[in-house]
């Protein structure tokens, strides 16, 4: 069957080149704290908030990286909305901004998995897909 309702458009994030700036000299300097002050200074940036999750994650503290994930998840439905997103339709992972939230949905998803969330992850996972599949096969393949 074929739906013949109009998807909804594309939700695009604001830019923020101060928080970029600042994430990018995080990342040069490689450490948990300077990715912690990133998220300190800039609580409502959910890329700041992925990046701690992903760390986390990888160093294999993964409540701490769920805990990122979540809040940096939150963060991001909450600049979503307020972009002109109803609860649906497409969030492109081309949209450099974007990719902040979609990564923290990720780390979320595998996360939740990891703790034993099934239904969590499944959510999550089938979230991420639903806002741009490639996010989810670009993030399942690093």
Same mark, same amino acid.
């Given at each position: 069957m074929q739906n013949l309702l109009p998807e909804p458009p594309a939700t695009l994030l604001p830019a923020h080149d101060e928080a970029d700036a600042v994430l990018a000299a995080a990342e040069e300097a490689g450490t948990d704290e300077a990715f912690t002050q990133v998220a300190a200074r800039f609580p409502t940036y959910s890329a700041a908030w992925a990046a701690l999750a992903a760390? +986390?994650? /990888? &160093?294999? &503290? @993964?409540? *701490? $990286?769920? +805990?990122? /994930?979540? *809040? !940096?998840?939150?963060? $991001?439905?909450?600049?979503?909305?307020?972009? $002109? =997103?109803?609860?649906? !339709? %497409? @969030? %492109? =992972?081309s949209h450099e901004p974007n990719r902040g939230f979609l990564r923290c949905l990720y780390v979320l998803s595998r996360a939740a998995d990891e703790i034993g969330e099934a239904d969590e992850a499944a959510r999550c996972a089938q979230f991420l897909r639903d806002c741009d599949p490639s996010a989810a096969d670009a993030l399942a393949s690093n």
């Open positions: 760390r +986390a994650f /990888a &160093q294999g &503290q @993964v409540v *701490t $990286g769920y +805990a990122y /994930a979540r *809040t !940096g998840y939150h963060r $991001g439905l909450d600049q979503l909305r307020r972009s $002109g =997103w109803k609860g649906h !339709g %497409p @969030v %492109p =992972w």
